[in-house]
């Protein structure tokens, strides 16, 4: 096994009290305290930041310079459906869009408990729809999205195939929820080194509120995965979702989807917004490749 980092270790020690504020700190107060850091996010020069409206959803664009108008990239952030967009995540999308020289929009969805299940994943198409009507094809917007935005990611996939919408032309998922039902479980004993079980459970609640977790679209590993787009899954060893991840990998490879599931040794959920390890830049620049590489790869309709 390849020997830790200092970067490694360093980020190791601030999960303990990463998990303390996860299960103690009210929603509210946290994202109040998100709102301000929003205020300091500290960007590459060449890449600009600008807050819009896509038809009435909150989002942030983030333009690399002499980035092409008509490519865009959908991300959909995670924080368990209750947490709004971090400075983290504005950092770590900036890395993929420099490396993908591509405009990124990021989605900051509607919040749980307050706007339970379908608020978010309304959002997330309304922003995907207005990208197209901003003149982009479908075959040059790709999607991604982390922990609860992975959920948002599959399961606006699985809407848009069922509503026959066109489809965009990849999507990346990283440490994706993807069981809110409670089917699967991990070994007993098991402790994950970021997310506290009671801090999951109760982040699943607030999202379900009083519907059926059973519903694809809230729980995607129930769904039909037939039709969708190439998927790339980026998922630590020692995390609780790692199951998750390893059942959609095998999900979407029996309907024949074509997916690529990477477990990536020692790392915790959502390792990547910690941007000095190794293992960051080495999942970012691999989620780039795949997603740029499917850029404009379907033919443009007849």
């Not at 690529?260 to 390890?277: A, D, K, N, S, T």
């Amino acid at each position: 096994m390849t020997p830790s980092s200092s970067a490694e270790r360093r980020a190791r020690a601030c999960l303990p009290a990463i998990r303390f504020l996860q299960a103690y700190v009210p929603f509210p107060m946290a994202n109040r305290l998100i709102r301000l850091g929003m205020a300091r996010v500290r960007l590459p020069a060449d890449v600009t930041r600008e807050a819009l409206s896509a038809d009435g959803v909150s989002c942030e664009r983030l333009t690399p310079r002499d980035s092409p108008n008509d490519r865009a990239l959908l991300y959909l952030h995670g924080g368990g459906f209750v947490f709004g967009l971090t400075p983290l995540h504005v950092e770590m999308v900036a890395h993929l869009a420099r490396q993908m020289n591509i405009r990124a929009l990021l989605v900051d969805y509607r919040l749980a408990p307050e706007h339970p299940f379908p608020a978010a994943l309304d959002d997330c198409l309304t922003a995907y729809r207005w990208l197209l009507r901003q003149g982009l094809a479908a075959r040059n917007v790709v999607v991604a999205g982390d922990s609860a935005g992975g959920n948002l990611t599959l399961t606006s996939l699985l809407k848009l195939r069922d509503e026959g919408g066109p489809l965009p032309a990849a999507a990346a998922c990283l440490s994706p929820v993807a069981d809110l039902a409670g089917r699967g479980s991990p070994p007993p004993g098991f402790r994950d080194p970021l997310l506290p079980r009671k801090a999951v459970g109760l982040y699943s609640r607030s999202y379900v509120a009083e519907h059926d977790a059973r519903d694809p679209l809230i729980s995607p590993v129930l769904g039909d995965w037939r039709g969708l787009p190439p998927l790339l899954i980026h998922v630590g060893e020692d995390e609780l979702l790692r199951a998750d991840a390893v059942r959609v990998a095998e999900l979407a490879r029996a309907a024949g989807v074509e997916v690529r599931l990477e477990i990536y040794p020692r790392m915790w959920h959502v390792w990547q917004i910690f941007h000095g390890l190794p293992q960051t830049v080495q999942s970012l620049d691999d989620i780039a490749r795949f997603l740029g590489g499917h850029l404009g790869a379907l033919p443009a309709p007849a």
